[in-house]
């Protein structure tokens, strides 16, 4: 089975879909074989999303591994999407969660040892208050680096802040569908890379997918466009920003 993949089996997404069905199943020849030729698409999906070089010796690439096995096992073929970009969304999901994760570590209360006769109570509100001035000035600096980063991100697509809020859509069934149109893109992988190759959104392959009219897509574009860059980024504080509309 593996020089078989090797020779390239693996090449069409047909039968990298079919490869992971028959893993799925429970054959391990399959799933091992499956897992090691995969491990340049792992790297570069772990790149793309983290945004920098990832190799096996980072843990964002275990997390990665455990993402695809995760894409294996719960792969419908019924839903009419390809394993290489079910395995990217759930992966990207992991990464995203890791990052969460372990950017809250590093705002964990910090304990530092009472000095001389002074009370372990005086000490530790001392510290409670340090530490919290500490994370609010580390959160301002983080949301207004965020910030800047986005602006820059933005007018890569000759978008402005300015122009996001005069594009916005106005009623809430309206936003609500340039928001699920920016979803698609975000998470379907050609698409995504179309919109950041040539900086347009693929409107006929979209209008395709979903009940608007090319002409609201148009209307809409620099809010979707602003919305899948959001999506398809590391900004989390601008992300809880927007939690429960967007994401």
């Given at each position: 089975?593996?020089?078989?993949?090797?020779?390239?089996?693996?090449?069409?997404?047909?039968?990298?879909?079919?490869?992971?069905?028959?893993?799925?199943?429970?054959?391990?020849?399959?799933?091992?074989?499956?897992?090691?030729?995969s491990i340049p698409f792992m790297k570069k999906t772990a790149s793309f999303?983290?945004?920098?070089?990832?190799?096996?010796?980072?843990?964002?690439?275990?997390?990665?591994?455990?993402?695809?096995?995760?894409?294996?096992?719960?792969?419908?073929?019924?839903?009419?999407?390809?394993?290489?970009?079910?395995?990217?969304?759930?992966?990207?999901?992991?990464?995203?969660?890791?990052?969460?994760?372990?950017?809250?570590?590093?705002?964990?209360?910090?304990?530092?040892?009472?000095?001389?006769?002074?009370?372990?109570?005086?000490?530790?509100?001392?510290?409670?208050?340090?530490?919290?001035?500490?994370?609010?000035?580390?959160?301002?600096?983080?949301?207004?680096?965020?910030?800047?980063?986005?602006?820059?991100?933005?007018?890569?697509?000759?978008?402005?802040?300015?122009?996001?809020?005069?594009?916005?859509?106005?009623?809430?069934?309206?936003?609500?569908?340039?928001?699920?149109?920016?979803?698609?893109?975000?998470?379907?992988?050609?698409?995504?890379?179309?919109?950041?190759?040539n900086k347009k959104l693929p409107i006929k392959e979209i209008e395709s997918?979903?009940?608007?009219?090319?002409?609201?897509?148009?209307?809409?574009?620099?809010?979707?466009?602003?919305?899948?860059?959001?999506?398809?980024?590391?900004?989390?504080?601008?992300?809880?920003?927007?939690?429960?509309?967007?994401?």
């Open positions: 089975m593996f020089l078989s993949i090797i020779q390239g089996l693996f090449k069409s997404k047909l039968n990298m879909n079919e490869l992971a069905i028959e893993a799925k199943t429970g054959n391990e020849e399959v799933m091992n074989d499956l897992l090691f030729v999303i983290c945004k920098r070089p990832i190799d096996e010796h980072d843990e964002e690439f275990s997390v990665t591994i455990l993402g695809f096995h995760e894409a294996i096992m719960n792969y419908n073929p019924e839903e009419d999407t390809s394993f290489q970009t079910f395995a990217h969304l759930i992966i990207k999901r992991r990464l995203i969660d890791f990052i969460r994760k372990e950017a809250s570590k590093k705002e964990e209360l910090l304990t530092l040892e009472p000095i001389g006769e002074e009370s372990s109570e005086q000490h530790y509100l001392f510290n409670e208050k340090s530490v919290h001035t500490y994370q609010e000035s580390q959160r301002a600096a983080s949301r207004k680096e965020e910030l800047s980063l986005y602006s820059g991100l933005l007018k890569q697509f000759n978008l402005s802040f300015e122009d996001l809020s005069n594009s916005s859509p106005k009623h809430a069934d309206a936003r609500k569908n340039a928001i699920h149109i920016a979803q698609i893109v975000a998470e379907h992988e050609e698409f995504y890379e179309y919109l950041m190759a997918l979903v009940e608007v009219s090319r002409k609201t897509i148009e209307r809409n574009r620099k809010y979707i466009i602003a919305v899948v860059l959001l999506l398809n980024s590391d900004f989390m504080y601008l992300k809880d920003y927007v939690k429960g509309e967007i994401i």
